[in-house]
């Protein structure tokens, strides 16, 4: 049965006490790259999971990505900001790290850093190249002192026999008669 008309003029509905600000349950997903900064993908939705999931996807891809909750009125505010690039460079190095056997990351290494493993790879790979440097360097030096053993040992050789015989102005054929002279004379 409808209400008479002072019934419904009598009855209210009580306002229920909330936010009424339009659309504050979105999130927004805003991504780019460098090859194409005038073009991002912006993916809006209610759905904080779907919103997260962009947000690893676009970040996978090698993206600048924005991750935005709504503010009202068409304001958004920054919850987490990343750069897909450096996160998949990073994730490359660690790999690298694993596949040529050096010692990963520690974890007291450079820890707010956001390149950390990159710069332990390439201190180790400087250090394998100084390494590897070091060790040519010593193998040339060795074997430039063991080619100046042999050839010392050659001429050691080669000079034997004339080294044993005495010098030629010792031999006796060869001995000078010494010239006594007076002081007069001189």
Not at 29 to 58: G, I, M, N, Q, Y
Not at 125 to 130: D, F
């Amino acid at each position: 049965m409808s209400p008479t008309p002072k019934q419904a003029r009598t009855h209210r509905r009580r306002a229920v006490p909330r936010d009424r600000t339009k659309n504050v349950t979105q999130w927004r997903v805003e991504a780019s790259w460098d090859h194409r900064p005038d073009d991002p993908v912006v993916v809006r939705t209610s759905d904080k999971k779907r919103a997260r999931k962009a947000f690893r996807d676009l970040l996978a891809k090698g993206a600048y990505v924005i991750f935005q909750e709504h503010a009202g009125w068409d304001r958004w505010t920054t919850v987490d900001e990343q750069n897909g690039a450096d996160v998949l460079a990073e994730a490359a190095a660690e790999q690298q790290l694993a596949a040529a056997d050096h010692p990963p990351t520690p974890p007291g290494y450079e820890p707010d850093a956001d390149d950390r493993h990159r710069t332990w790879l390439a201190w180790l790979q400087a250090r394998a190249e100084a390494d590897r440097r070091a060790a040519e360097q010593a193998l040339a030096a060795q074997a430039e002192a063991d080619a100046r053993r042999r050839r010392l040992a050659a001429e050691a050789h080669r000079d034997a026999r004339t080294l044993m015989n005495p010098p030629a102005i010792v031999r006796p054929g060869n001995r000078q008669r010494a010239r006594h002279i007076t002081g007069a004379q001189r």
